[in-house]
Structure formats: C-alpha cells, structure tokens
C-alpha cells in the first residue's frame, strides 16, 4: 500500500536514515505520481534537498508539485518553501504572486513584515 511506503520514509527520517527516506519517496511518486501521498510525498522531498542544501533539487521538486497540485492545503507550504528558496530578485516576485494566491496564509504577518520566506522554509523532515 502506498500508505505504508509512505509511513515507512517517515519512519526513515525519525531514523536518520535520510537516503532510503528520498528513496521510498521517489519511488512512491514514480510509482504514484497522481496520488494524494505523491504530493506530501514532493513536499516532503523538497524539504529534504533543502535541508542538505540542495536548492535546485528541492526547486524541481516544488515546481513538479505545483503543477500537478489543486490542493490549497498542500500549495500553500509548498509555493512557501518555493520562494524562500529563490535569490532576491526572483523571491519578491514569487512573494507578490503568494500574497495574491494565499490571502489568508499564516504567513501573511511575514509578509506584512518583510521576513524572508527562507526563515519558515519547512520544518520537517
């Protein structure tokens, strides 16, 4: 079940076992890439590659995501993520394009403030 391969990446990562975390999860969306879990499963990949500091493995991640995503609960943290991991230049725009998509984020008195979007850039993994 793919629930309990996703289960299993999450079990990988309280583990700190990183590598079959990304693993389990690429597989999940090669094998699933219109699925629900798919989607969690991106974020959470996208999350990953940024934290081992590797922006332009979690920038793919998060544009296949938001290409493939409807869902309003998951595009909020992923179009987030997304801009906070842009340079300066690119990152006012993405924010201006948040602002206007996600009106009631609860990001918004980061954005109000002018915090960058990198400082909530996913907790997990």
């Given amino acids: 079940l793919l629930e309990d391969r996703y289960a299993a990446a999450e079990r990988a990562v309280s583990a700190g076992d990183l590598d079959l975390a ?10 699933a890439p219109d699925h629900p879990l798919a989607e969690l499963a991106l974020l959470d990949l996208a999350r990953l590659a940024h934290q081992r500091d590797r922006e332009p493995e979690a920038i793919d991640h998060l544009d296949l995501l938001l290409v493939r995503s409807r869902d309003p609960e998951i595009r909020e943290p992923a179009s987030w993520l997304r801009c906070g991991l842009l340079d300066a230049a690119e990152r006012a725009a993405c924010l201006a394009i948040f602002r206007d998509e996600f009106p009631a984020s609860p990001h918004r008195s980061e954005l109000d403030t002018g915090q960058p979007a990198g400082a909530a850039a996913g907790a997990r993994p």
Wanted: proline content about 0%; aromatic content about 10%; cysteine-free.
């Fill in 22 to 31: 990304r693993a389990t999860w690429l597989a999940l969306v090669a094998d």
